[in-house]
Structures are given as C-alpha cells and as structure tokens.
C-alpha cells in the first residue's frame, strides 16, 4: 500500500512540474531565435541592478523587434519589442518604453513590463526565458 502511495505522489508531481516553458502562442510575432548573454558587471547593464530599470537590445538575435529586460524587484523579465496585437508586417515600429511600460505606437496601447499585460488585449507582450548564472544573465527562447 505505500508503495503505490508513493508512485502516485510521485506521478503527480511529475505531472505538476511546468519545465520552465513560455507560452507564446501569438499568431502576430514570428518566431525568431533569442541567444543573448548580458555581463551584468559591464557598465551597459548596471541600469539592470535596480528594480523597475530595464535596458533594449536591438542587436541581431534580439527577437523580432529587439527585447527589453526588465528588472522586476528579484527576477528578470524579458519581452519582444513587437507589438502583440498587431500584424507584424503592418506595424514596423517597437514599442517604446517609459518607466514600467511598453507602449505601441501603432494602436497606442500600453503594457505592463512586470506582467506583459494590457487590460483587454487578446495578446500579451512576447515573452522570452531569462537565467542568471554568476554574473550573465542569459535571454533565450
């Protein structure tokens, strides 16, 4: 008897773990390859040891529209800069970014950067993985 127990709690732990996935599942962004590797100890990103700073990549392998990070108080975020609920060939532009929003200036709507949500919008901002090892914060899909 506690032999099966135990496989069931284990059975539903297995099926419980999320394995650290993304869900961006919007038809408007394409699918373009993230591999950045930020030294947080260079001078470029000491914005990124405050809370509620953020810096923008726009470098080859930043996503669609380039990517802000975003120092969420504890963890990183890190979101495309293409606007989510728009056809990306008719909205060329990235979002621009003050304080803790991104706002698209295609439909002049705003979003969180702690949540990369709009209230009402069917799509939230496209969200990629973030690490931290030592002293490099890696941004990937």
Do not use: W
């Amino acid at each position: 008897m506690k032999k099966i127990l135990v496989l069931l709690i284990f059975s539903l732990l297995i099926i419980g773990c999320d394995g650290g996935t993304v869900n961006n599942n919007n038809p408007n962004i394409p699918n373009y390859q993230v591999n950045l590797i930020l030294n947080l100890s260079l001078p470029a990103y000491s914005n990124l040891q405050f809370a509620s700073n953020h810096i923008v990549d726009y470098s080859p392998g930043s996503g669609a529209r380039g990517v802000v990070v975003f120092n969420a108080g504890g963890y990183f975020v890190a979101y495309d800069l293409a606007c989510p609920n728009q056809p990306y060939n008719t909205c060329s532009s990235p979002m621009t970014i003050t304080g803790i929003e991104a706002r698209c200036s295609c439909d002049n709507t705003t979003y969180n950067l702690f949540s990369g949500q709009s209230p009402g919008q069917q799509y939230p901002m496209k969200q990629y993985r973030t690490e931290v090892n030592g002293g490099y914060l890696y941004v990937t899909n």
